[in-house]
């Protein structure tokens, strides 16, 4: 099935449907929705009240008369429920890592991003957004493992496969539809980020979404797809581990590193400068002593954009 990577609701199977944001840049996050009856579960919220509000009355206009009782959220990035407060009224779920470190993870933690004197290469990925009005709104049922929500007379499967993206990573099968909302263990079209890591979980992440079976895989980010783009990142992650463990041995700098990865291997693939962000998430795992931060990270990142964007790489 090919979903075009345009703004709104779209149909993946009966009474199941993914609300895409079509642009692969930071920050436009994808959500899913599983109807039943006059009952629906939404699989996160998005990054700003703006973006859930267009996505919730998009909703509405596709799906008349549906009541979102549940909302999933797949993990702690703000762009996958800074929105939870337009939908109150419903039963939060996350998984219990996750709803752990949402305290940490509020609008505030965008303020040192934004700030006058931060280096415009990085302010520039948030400028966009506004974040203003935002109450964290928290999941107040949370599990580990996995957890089975009743939407009408349908069954949703929750299962956690975090820490990998990040801590409390969960995807969502719909077996009845063979679709999986996989949240931010994969994104297509571009380099993902391993915020958490081990980098090996991520892989079973994927192998645990394959096994699935599903038709129809929907990402944390860019279009819609398949089981052959969840292989395309389980090749591209092996691949990371493989440069990083290579490159640490020879004592390069993360940053060294990301210059010298194949890009060529994965040219369709947008953000590249991300891939420092995995490389270092490789190292922090072989340095077991959390070195290095995603502070020092994110500015080797925008030196590596300069650098791409310049035509320098080896
Ligand atoms: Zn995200």
Redesign the pocket.
């Known amino acids: 099935m090919s979903v075009p990577f345009t703004t709104g609701v779209h149909r993946l199977a009966p009474e199941t449907f993914a609300y895409v944001q079509g642009s692969r840049a930071t ?1 436009y ?1 994808n959500a899913g929705l599983v109807c039943s009856g006059e009952e629906a579960l939404l699989v996160d919220t998005l ?1 700003t009240l703006d973006q859930t509000r267009q996505m919730l009355s998009a909703i509405t206009k596709a799906v008349p008369a549906t009541d979102i009782c549940w909302v999933v959220n797949t ?1 702690q ?1 703000g ?2 429920w800074w929105g939870n407060q337009l939908v109150g009224d419903a039963l939060i779920v996350s998984s219990t890592a996750a709803a752990r470190r949402m305290r940490e993870a509020g609008p505030e933690t965008m303020e040192p991003f934004l700030a006058a004197d931060t280096d415009p290469r990085l302010r520039a990925y948030l400028e966009a957004f506004d974040f203003s009005g935002i109450t964290p709104t928290y999941p107040t049922i949370t599990f580990t493992g996995e957890m089975e929500l009743t939407v009408g007379s349908r069954t949703v499967r929750l299962i956690e496969v975090g820490p990998a993206h990040t801590e409390g990573d969960v995807i969502v099968h719909v077996p009845d539809a063979g679709v999986v909302y996989a ?2 263990i994969l ?1 297509f079209g571009g380099h993902g ?1 391993i915020h958490s890591g081990p980098v090996g979980n991520c892989i079973r992440a994927c192998d645990t979404i394959l096994d699935l079976g599903a038709e129809t895989v929907v990402p ?2 860019g279009p819609v797809g398949g089981k052959s783009e969840v292989i395309r990142v389980r090749d591209y992650l092996e691949r990371v581990q493989a440069h990083a463990t290579t490159a640490h041995q020879q004592g390069k700098s993360a940053l060294e590193a990301a210059r010298e990865f194949g890009f060529d291997e994965f040219s369709g693939f947008a953000n590249a400068e991300r891939v420092v962000l995995n490389i270092g998430a490789v190292y922090r795992e072989l340095n077991g002593d959390g070195t290095p931060g995603m502070g020092p990270l994110l500015h080797q990142m925008v030196e590596l954009k300069d650098t791409l964007e310049a035509g320098e790489t080896a």
């Open positions: 920050g996050s990054y993990h990035d762009d996958h949240g931010d994104m980020v944390g980010h």
